[in-house]
């Protein structure tokens, strides 16, 4: 995976909303995806990754629709893919080595290593104490498991009794932690954050981790038979009387844009866990469409959250564009789910003790020796780095005009960074950044480059398939040289518009050229006395204020609160695009279209900072 590309993902994945994710061990599930696709593995079946609305927990994001793409976990070791890794050794991890364990029907759980210290993590405020448990799940028979989870999870400080706060692992057959061991001896590993009051003192410190209700699962896919009908019902899984019927088509040969809704009945196979978060990944259900061969990916459908009365099924929904109406004939679907292959109920109780001076990684702080290219370049000036156990964090000063909320034409919004001891690289990123303070509620913080450990790769094996995986890492007393490049900088041209031919009900596409070069593509049309405009970007370029419409010399904004119904599939580029909507527009003779903030890639700005030699 390109690094431009690993940074910009990692961002927004973990700028997302969801209560006590684990996005780590989701970023670990991108990158070897990432890797596999790189090495000429082809995909056969998806296991579609669903974000959690505060309304509706089906509704798959604009944002992530691509991360739901690229998180399509396959029979990886079946094509082959497994061979081309290099079968490294497993980094040591840092801290203690723990070896307590636990075993319910044959299964058998490890807490194999803990380190503890500051954590600096992008999105939080605030640095936080962090424990870091390694673990492993064995003893698995021969089941067709894929992943497994405990329903249930704690950990207590037995010399206060206190609860701590534990984000448990998920375990997975397609892991980069887990691939090597699996094969081998049918391990899975994971990793469990601890936060909460950590006692970080001198001496010995005893703890309980109790875990209950596992749940091993693999992912089924069977195929619907029959073509898309309006009105249709289909059984799906005929021992479980589960069916679903196509309740809406819509399809505009115009705009070859097709829209088609699908309901459940109240047999949808669930997994029966107590936490809806459980296996949250790999749990979801979904509708896929094909077209002969060619799988479009799934439709956003889920669970409801806040049902309405008598309906206990959401309704999915597929939006997709560039079909043709003989493609349309010619379509299937298929449904994938989660299927339990086994549930223990357990208990699992380990007890297990620190000793601070082997557990511990204590932060050293240390000024950053030579940002004089990257001052020159931007004005930013840098404070002391800090080096912890789970990476590095340095402040950012901007001058005052850049460290305003507004675009402001020139401005340098980010960077993609990354940091390298001579044997280690690792990418970073800006937090938070003055765009996304009013957006994420944090205003007036202070904004940093954090440089984590996941998605760290050896210097000696760049661009190669790896095991590596690190959840810890000493970059204390090294030397440190960080790399600036690909610089987004704000672009504003607020007195240039684009005339477009008068909206009708027929698409109508429009063409531009950027003052920077860049071709952009505009698609619009009428509903009502509502404009819609489908504006398909170019590669490197990012959209900040989104756009505007002129009538006859009036100004129109966009509603804001559009984009997610409005958005739709294109089905050459496999992304989403855009789609802004104006409400209440009054006809008229001259329309025009007007980028507000936008960005682009600068490569003049790029930088090299020595945080040590």
């Known amino acids: 995976m390109l690094r431009a590309t690993e940074n910009e993902t990692e961002k927004k994945l973990r700028g997302l909303k969801k209560e006590n994710p684990n996005y780590d061990a989701m970023w670990s599930r991108i990158r070897l995806e990432a890797d596999k696709r790189g090495s000429g593995w082809q995909e056969q079946t998806a296991a579609p990754i669903r974000k959690e609305s505060p309304k509706k927990r089906w509704v798959m994001p604009v944002a992530c629709a691509a991360l739901a793409a690229v998180i399509a976990l396959g029979a990886a070791a079946s094509q082959g893919y497994l061979e081309h890794l290099i079968p ?34 992008y999105g939080q405020s605030e640095a936080q104490k962090r424990m870091v448990l390694d673990l492993s799940l064995s003893g698995f028979g021969s089941e067709n498991v894929r992943y497994a989870a405990f329903d249930k999870a704690s950990i207590t400080d037995l010399d206060t009794g206190k ?12 892991d980069v932690r887990s691939v090597g061991d699996w ?15 950590l006692d970080d003192t001198e001496g010995q410190h005893r703890y309980r981790l109790e875990t209950s209700g596992l749940y091993m699962i693999r992912r089924a896919t069977v195929p619907i038979e029959g073509s898309v009908k309006l009105g249709e019902e289909y059984t799906v899984l005929p021992d479980r009387d589960f069916k679903i019927k196509i309740t809406d088509i819509d399809w505009d040969q115009k705009q070859g844009l097709m829209k088609i809704k699908f309901l459940p009945n109240e047999n949808v196979p669930r ?46 929904e597929y939006n997709i564009q560039g079909l043709t109406e003989d493609q349309i004939a010619d379509m299937t679907m298929t449904f994938s789910y989660a299927e339990p292959v086994r549930v223990i109920e357990g208990p699992w109780t380990i007890d297990f003790t620190l000793d601070s001076s082997k557990a511990i990684v204590q932060t050293e702080t240390i000024p950053v020796e030579d940002a004089s290219e990257l001052t020159e370049k931007t004005g930013w000036t840098l404070g002391d780095a800090q080096l912890d156990a789970y ?16 675009w402001k034409d020139g401005q340098v919004v980010d960077y993609s960074i990354s940091i390298t001891d001579g044997e280690v690289t690792t990418s970073g990123s800006q937090d938070p950044v003055p765009s996304m303070r009013i957006l994420q509620g944090r205003e007036g913080e202070q904004e940093y480059i954090k440089f984590g450990v996941q998605g760290m790769s050896k210097n ?45 009900e027929k698409e109508q596409p429009t063409t531009d050229t950027l003052p920077e070069g860049l071709p952009i593509k505009y698609i619009v049309h009428r509903e009502g006395s509502d404009v819609l405009v489908q504006v398909q970007r170019p590669d490197g370029m990012n959209i900040y204020e989104g756009i505007r419409l002129k009538v006859d010399g009036k100004s129109y904004a966009h509603d804001t609160d559009a984009f997610e119904e409005k958005s739709i599939r294109n089905t050459e580029t496999g992304f989403y695009d855009r789609v802004y909507v104006f409400d209440n527009v009054p006809e008229g003779e001259k329309f025009e279209l007007g980028l507000q903030a936008y960005g682009t890639v600068d490569d003049s700005k790029n930088a090299t900072v020595i945080i040590r030699k």
């Open 88 to 121: 490294d050794t497993k980094a040591a991890p840092l801290g203690q080595s723990i070896g307590a364990q636990a075993e319910v029907d044959g299964i058998m759980l490890k807490v194999n290593s803990a380190v503890q210290g500051m954590d600096r993590s």
């Open 163 to 174: 609860k701590l706060e534990l984000s448990m692992g998920d375990f997975n057959t397609d």
């Open 183 to 197: 094969e081998a001896n049918r391990t899975l590993n994971t990793t469990s954050r601890v936060t909460g009051d």
């Open 271 to 316: 997994l029966d866990t107590e936490d809806s978060a459980t296996l949250g990944m790999d749990r979801g259900i979904s509708v896929n469409l094909k077209v002969g061969d060619k799988d479009l990916g799934p439709g956003s459908w889920g669970e409801p959250v806040e049902p309405e009365p008598g309906v206990s099924e959401a309704e999915g």
């Open 391 to 406: 990476g590095v964090t340095i402040p950012v000063y901007r001058n005052e005009e850049d460290s305003e909320t507004g």
């Open 460 to 504: 000696a094996t760049a661009g190669q398939m790896t095991y590596d995986y690190w959840e810890s890492y000493d970059f204390r007393n090294k030397p440190l040289t960080a790399t600036f490049s690909n610089a987004w900088v704000v672009r504003r041209h607020d007195d240039y518009w684009k005339q477009i031919p008068i909206p009708t």
